[in-house]
């Protein structure tokens, strides 16, 4: 099946403490990036992948980082997370930056509260 | 700066009445423009696509209009079922950017 998959689904985690959240896609896309969501705000992109060391800053990557070293896999990395980061966090993947006829495939989210 | 308002921000509604969503943008020119349904706690999934030239798409009991030159898209439901509850998410494509542009979407919440 088709799918873009997230761990973990549900994180609590203390201020400070660096926290990886992992995702993968096994359809072959070029394209990936991590959102977060926030009541009433909609999707905020965070960093996107055009393709293998390929990546770049979204609209709120403070105190974010990523890495593409393999073009399955773009994992999410808080160094040092804070309470403000408490969101929930999607990752997607396409096969073209503007998601061409199908669109993007999200993952189905993590959850991240940091205390 | 490119944005996308939605419109209503929730709305309830009984089963089996019909109810439209409406998208406002101000993205040009733009290259595409999708509504995605976001069930509750898990991620948004692509229902229609429509390009500037396309004024309508339907997509089973989902019909998306486009006015380009208003800037407005409308998401129709007809006779909605209990798993229409969901939040419902207008996406624009920016013609000459990479950055696509989310509305902050419409929780519909369907009662029987």
């Known amino acids: 099946e088709a799918q873009v998959t997230q761990n973990p689904r549900y994180l609590i985690t203390v201020t400070g403490k660096k926290l990886t959240v992992t995702c993968s896609q096994n359809?072959?896309?070029?394209?990936m990036s991590w959102y977060r969501q926030d009541p009433g705000l909609g999707l905020r992109q965070i960093y996107y992948s055009m393709n293998v060391e390929v990546t770049d800053k979204g609209d709120v990557p403070e105190g974010y980082k990523v890495s593409r070293k393999e073009k399955r896999n773009f994992p999410l990395i808080l160094e040092s997370p804070s309470p403000n980061q408490t969101s929930l966090y999607f990752c997607?993947?396409?096969?073209?930056?503007?998601?061409?006829?199908?669109?993007?495939?999200f993952g189905s989210g993590t959850r991240l509260t940091v205390v | 700066k490119n944005q996308v308002e939605q419109s209503p921000q929730s709305l309830i509604i009984l089963e089996g009445k019909n109810c439209t969503l409406q998208c406002n943008y101000t993205v040009s020119p733009f290259s595409n423009l999708r509504w995605y349904k976001q069930d509750t706690g898990r991620g948004p999934v692509s229902l229609t696509i429509?390009?500037?030239?396309?004024n309508t798409k339907s997509n089973g009991r989902y019909t998306a209009t486009l006015d380009a030159d208003t800037k407005q898209s409308s998401l129709h439901i007809t006779a909605s079922q209990l798993s229409d509850s969901a939040s419902y998410i207008c996406v624009v494509t920016p013609l000459n950017d990479y950055k696509l542009s989310f509305g902050a979407g419409t929780t519909v919440t369907v009662r029987a």
């Open positions: 997607a993947s396409s096969l073209s930056i503007t998601g061409g006829v199908y669109g993007y495939t």
């Open positions: 429509m390009t500037f030239s396309e």
């Open positions: 359809m072959n896309h070029e394209y």
